[in-house]
């Protein structure tokens, strides 16, 4: 009996980590500083995506404005789960920094990455998004439109 107690109590862990791998947030969609596009196109950045997030990245990023709390505190709790390493690099004139990466679906439509970069014009209340194709065209968006991105956190 007390074994089989324990088998249990296991499963349901079992059960709560794997409801617990996927947050939701969900932003109002802004035209950024056309910086996204500079930097997904950076061939030791853009290598990177592809050989570990597995795609090559549209140049240019999806920006999400987080507007309630919640959605702000979920965004603040990716840091406490494992992210794909990005790493950053030389090169003769400046050093680009690492990069956060984390599997999302957008609209439960896409495959892509919420990016998180270590230097970033924009604060926490922001997010940025990549994917293999132009989301905007892809998914009909528009600045203003709300945007919802479920984050696949990993094991």
């Known amino acids: 009996m007390m074994k089989a107690l324990k088998m249990a109590k296991q499963d349901w862990r079992n059960i709560y980590a794997l409801l617990k791998l996927a947050e939701m947030v969900e932003g109002v969609l802004f035209t950024g500083l056309g910086e996204g596009a500079y930097y997904t196109s950076i061939d030791q950045y853009k290598k990177q995506f592809i050989e570990k997030l597995g795609f090559d990245p549209y ?7 987080l507007t ?7 965004h ?3 840091e406490a789960y ?7 690099f030389k090169d003769e004139n400046r050093t680009y920094g690492p990069v956060k990466c984390y599997p999302v679906i957008i ?6 990455a919420l990016i998180s970069a270590l230097r970033s014009h924009y604060d926490s209340s922001v997010v940025e998004v ?6 905007r065209k892809h998914l009909n968006l528009k600045d203003g439109h709300k945007v919802k991105v479920e984050v696949l956190t990993l094991p």
């Open 59 to 65: 140049p240019g990023t999806l920006n999400l404005k």
């Open 82 to 88: 494992p992210a794909i390493e990005i790493e950053g």
């Open 76 to 78: 603040a709790e990716l």
């Open 68 to 74: 309630t709390d919640y959605d702000i505190k979920a």
């Open 107 to 112: 609209e439960n439509k896409v495959k892509g």
């Open 130 to 135: 990549i994917a293999p194709i132009f989301l």
